[in-house]
Nanobody, 125 residues
Framework: QVQLVESGGGLVQAGGSLRLSCAAS????????MAWFRQAPGKEREFVAA????????RYSDSVKGRFTISRDNVKNMMFLQMDSLKPDDTAVYFC??????????????????WGQGTQVTVSS
């Protein structure tokens, strides 16, 4: 099993940037495909970005493509989400997730086995 803890959320003005971090502990981090999801109040959890075990294959939702960058450091057991050009619609709780199986990252939350507790991101207009 792997335990996940997110950090880096906060309040930022539209057009600003934030960098989220996800610290992993427990099982070998490089055994897992990783992803970020988010959930806004009153809405379902939605996929944001994912990357493969080695970090060389990434996938983004259309809503964040070109603005967000997902990355990982398998030595430090960390995953990151660099968020630029933030918009009020990006306001949500952001979760990191780990998937033990599968050959490529999935955009489906059902595919992920382990989740962090989430970190709040608020973008003001």
């Amino acid at each position: 099993q792997v335990q996940l803890v997110e950090s880096g959320g906060g309040l930022v003005q539209a057009g600003g940037s934030l960098r989220l971090s996800c610290a992993a502990s427990g099982d070998s981090f490089n055994n897992y495909n990783m992803a970020w999801f988010r959930q806004a109040p009153g809405k379902e959890r939605e996929f944001v970005a994912a990357l493969s075990r080695s970090g060389d294959w990434t996938r983004y939702s259309d809503s964040v493509k070109g603005r967000f960058t997902i990355s990982r450091d398998n030595v430090k057991n960390m995953m990151f989400l660099q968020m630029d050009s933030l918009k009020p619609d990006d306001t949500a709780v952001y979760f990191c997730a780990a998937r033990a199986g599968g050959s490529v990252p999935s955009a489906s939350s059902d595919a992920y086995d382990f989740w962090g507790q989430g970190t709040q991101v608020t973008v003001s207009s």
